[in-house]
Nanobody
Framework: QVQLVESGGGLVQAGGSLRLSCAAS????????MGWFRQAPGKERDIVAA????????YYAESVKGRFTISRDNAANTVYLQMNSLKPEDTAVYYC?????????????????WGQGTQVTVSS
């Protein structure tokens, strides 16, 4: 069982930055691929970024490429999402997810554990 707790969300002006953190419990964190998803009101929960077990392979949704960076610290059982040049359309609840396999995946249905979410609001 893995428990995930996100932090770092908040209100920021367009063009600003935020860094989300996701702290994981459990001794097997380093073997899990991790992902960040987001869900805006009335929309589907979509992938933002994903990272494999070692951090050597990453994936980004087209809408955030060049602005967001996913990283992980296996010693600290934590995954991060650095978000720069934020836009109003980035406003959503952001969720951290863990996948009980080492390779990353793009669909929310391939992730086994979820955090409670953290709100990110970008004002224009």
């Amino acid at each position: 069982q893995v428990q995930l707790v996100e932090s770092g969300g908040g209100l920021v002006q367009a063009g600003g930055s935020l860094r989300l953190s996701c702290a994981a419990s459990g001794r097997t964190f380093s073997s899990y691929a991790m992902g960040w998803f987001r869900q805006a009101p009335g929309k589907e929960r979509d992938i933002v970024a994903a990272i494999n077990w070692s951090g050597g392979i990453t994936y980004y949704a087209e809408s955030v490429k060049g602005r967001f960076t996913i990283s992980r610290d296996n010693a600290a059982n934590t995954v991060y999402l650095q978000m720069n040049s934020l836009k109003p359309e980035d406003t959503a609840v952001y969720y951290c997810a863990a996948r009980a396999y080492s390779n990353l995946a793009f669909s929310r249905y391939e992730y086994n554990y979820w955090g409670q979410g953290t709100q990110v609001t970008v004002s224009s």
